[in-house]
T-cell receptor, first 116, second 111 residues
Framework: AQSVTQLGSHVSVSEGALVLLRCNYS??????LFWYVQYPNQGLQLLLK??????LVKGINGFEAEFKKSETSFHLTKPSAHMSDAAEYFC??????????????FGSGTRLQVQP | EPEVTQTPSHQVTQMGQEVILRCVPI?????FYWYRQILGQKVEFLVS????????KSEIFDDQFSVERPDGSNFTLKIRSTKLEDSAMYFC?????????FGPGTRLLVL
C-alpha cells in the first residue's frame, strides 16, 4: 500500500520569499513521485516528477524537489515566490514495480498563498 | 502540445439519472484513468484502463460505474443511477509509461 502526507494544508509566504511545501510518502516498493499544481477551477498540471533517476528534479516555473529515501520525503521548493504561484499543490505517489499498479495516490493538498 | 480534453465542463443532473462523462486522451497513450475530487477533499482514484479492459479499480468504483472506449479516441465514464454523493469534479488522465496527464475535469452536480 502507498500513502502520501502533506504537512500544512495552507502555507502563506511573501512575494520573493522561499516556498517550501512538504511531502512524505510511504511505499513498500520503489516509488515514483509527482507534484501537480491546480489553479482555481482548472485541472491538474504536472510540475515535476521523480522516476528513479536524479534525486534532485527540476520542474516548470522554477520549482524543484529532492527525493530523500532516508527521510521518505519529496519536498517542493522554489527560491522566490511569485504572485502567480498561488494555487493548490498536490504530491502523488505510484509505483511501476507492481504489475498493473499505476494508480496515483494523492496527498490532501497544500494551498499556497502569496502575499504582496 | 497534446492534451487531454473532457466534455462537458459542467453537468447538472437529477438523482437517479444516468450521466456519461467523456474524455479524449492523448493520442499515443495506452493507459487511461478516471479520478474524482469531492469539493474540498483529495483527488481519489476510480479506475484504470489498458488494452481495452479495466486493469485496476478502487472500492469507490462499484456497479454503478462503468468505463468504455467506444472508438479509437474517446474514453467514457458512465454513472448509471447518480446519487447526491456523486457530486464531484471528475478528472480523466492518460499516460505514457511514467507520467499521467490530466484533463481539465467535468464538474458534476447531482440534485
Amino acid at each position: 500500500a502507498q500513502s502520501v502526507t502533506q504537512l500544512g494544508s495552507h502555507v502563506s509566504v511573501s512575494e520573493g520569499a522561499l516556498v517550501l511545501l512538504r511531502c512524505n510518502y510511504s511505499s513498500s516498493v520503489p516509488p515514483y513521485l509527482f507534484w501537480y499544481v491546480q489553479y482555481p477551477n482548472q485541472g491538474l498540471q504536472l510540475l515535476l516528477k521523480y522516476t528513479s533517476a536524479a534525486t534532485l528534479v527540476k520542474g516548470i516555473n522554477g520549482f524543484e524537489a529532492e527525493f530523500k529515501k532516508s527521510e521518505t520525503s519529496f519536498h517542493l521548493t522554489k527560491p522566490s515566490a511569485h504572485m502567480s504561484d498561488a494555487a493548490e499543490y498536490f504530491c502523488a505517489v505510484t509505483s511501476l514495480m507492481d504489475t498493473g499498479r499505476r494508480a496515483l495516490t494523492f496527498g490532501s493538498g497544500t494551498r499556497l498563498q502569496v502575499q504582496p | 502540445e497534446p492534451e487531454v480534453t473532457q466534455t462537458p465542463s459542467h453537468q447538472v443532473t437529477q438523482m437517479g439519472q444516468e450521466v456519461i462523462l467523456r474524455c479524449v486522451p492523448i493520442s499515443n497513450h495506452l493507459y487511461f484513468y478516471w479520478y474524482r475530487q469531492i469539493l474540498g477533499q483529495k483527488v481519489e482514484f476510480l479506475v484504470s484502463f489498458y488494452n481495452n479492459e479495466i486493469s485496476e479499480k478502487s472500492e469507490i468504483f462499484d456497479d454503478q460505474f462503468s468505463v468504455e472506449r467506444p472508438d479509437g479516441s474517446n474514453f467514457t465514464l458512465k454513472i448509471r443511477s447518480t446519487k447526491l454523493e456523486d457530486s464531484a469534479m471528475y478528472f480523466c488522465a492518460s499516460s505514457d509509461q511514467e507520467t499521467q496527464y490530466f484533463g481539465p475535469g467535468t464538474r458534476l452536480l447531482v440534485l
